[in-house]
């Protein structure tokens, strides 16, 4: 990325993920069923700034090196021949994007205020708790109600420095929950 407007506001990216991934589903009892996997994520992640213009040589490089192994585990019960109750359990991720780690500063065209980027973000690990009732009533049509919990590490927040000229950055924060019906 090059935006020209500014010294030291460009940057080149590297990102590789290698992943594989494993499932069983078990059937248990007469209408029960355990579904359960485990992906395993390498990734790789490189953000370096850079002066398009050549004026300065300092670069600012950010690098995020992680192996992260995600279990997901799903059982189902059918309650009749139209319906069924779910729990379910899984591990993801969220991870920054370049402009995040980048520490350039740049216009967002929404809201018109500075941003620029933090090289020290981490990934936001997540765990995810889930359970559900759904009725099948012919065709492709389903009735459900769900409930479910989402609990973060280290979640990514945009956040405001004040000051005369305010400006937005990312941050990671210690930890965040999140619930619904």
Avoid: C, H
Wanted: neutral net charge.
């Amino acid at each position: 990325f090059a935006e020209t407007t500014r010294p030291v506001d460009a940057y080149n990216g590297d990102q590789t993920t290698t992943a594989g991934y494993g499932m069983v589903d078990i059937a248990l009892s007469a209408g029960s069923r355990l579904v359960a996997g485990a992906r395993v994520e390498r990734f790789d992640q490189t953000v370096n700034t850079f002066d398009p213009f050549g004026l300065f040589v300092r670069t600012i490089s950010s690098n995020i090196e992680n192996t992260d192994v995600f279990p997901s585990v799903n059982f189902v019960r059918a309650l009749n021949t139209s319906s069924n109750f779910r729990v379910s359990y899984s591990g993801t991720v969220n991870r920054p994007e370049f402009r995040e780690l980048a520490p350039f500063e740049f216009t967002d065209v929404v809201g018109n205020r500075a941003v620029r980027g933090n090289p020290s973000l981490d990934r936001a690990r997540i765990q995810n708790v889930d359970a559900r009732w759904e009725m099948f009533s012919g065709g492709r049509n389903v009735l459900a109600a769900s409930t479910f919990f989402k609990y973060f590490d280290q979640p990514i927040e945009r956040v405001v420095i004040g000051g005369a000229q305010p400006l937005v950055t990312f941050q990671n924060a210690d930890n965040a929950r999140n619930f619904g019906i």
